[in-house]
């Protein structure tokens, strides 16, 4: 059975950081990229950034390059999302979501989901 397990959320001040972290299991890990995804109250769940297989190739949405950095462990079956400068617009559910296929932008490019983990940041 396939699990994506994130924790790491809460609530932080304007500036400060967090790190998201997804543990993966039931599924061969270091065959698939990994994503993270959020979604804020009242709109579309968005991309935020990939990491493939080995780690080697990263992208990120524009909103966040510079400031967060997506990184894995594929001895711990494990994704980050490191989250720095964080902004109130950054508040949202963040999901993590394992892909075939590197570069995929899209939710429906992704095979399987975690359950999310909140981030609130307050101005």
């Known amino acids: 059975q396939v699990q994506l397990v994130e924790s790491g959320g809460g609530l932080v001040q304007a500036g400060g950081s967090l790190r998201l972290s997804c543990a993966a299991s039931g599924y061969t890990f270091s065959s698939y990229a990994m994503g993270w995804f959020r979604q804020a109250p009242g709109k579309e769940r968005e991309f935020v950034a990939v990491i493939s297989r080995s780690g080697g190739s990263t992208s990120y949405a524009a909103s966040v390059k510079g400031r967060f950095t997506i990184s894995r462990d594929n001895a711990k079956n494990t994704v980050y999302l490191r989250l720095n400068s964080l902004k109130p617009e950054d508040t949202a559910v963040y999901y993590c979501?394992?892909?075939?296929?590197?570069?995929?932008?899209?939710?429906?490019?992704?095979?399987?989901w975690g359950q999310g983990t909140q981030v609130t940041v307050s101005s």
């Open positions: 979501a394992a892909t075939i296929r590197f570069g995929g932008l899209f939710p429906l490019d992704y095979d399987y």
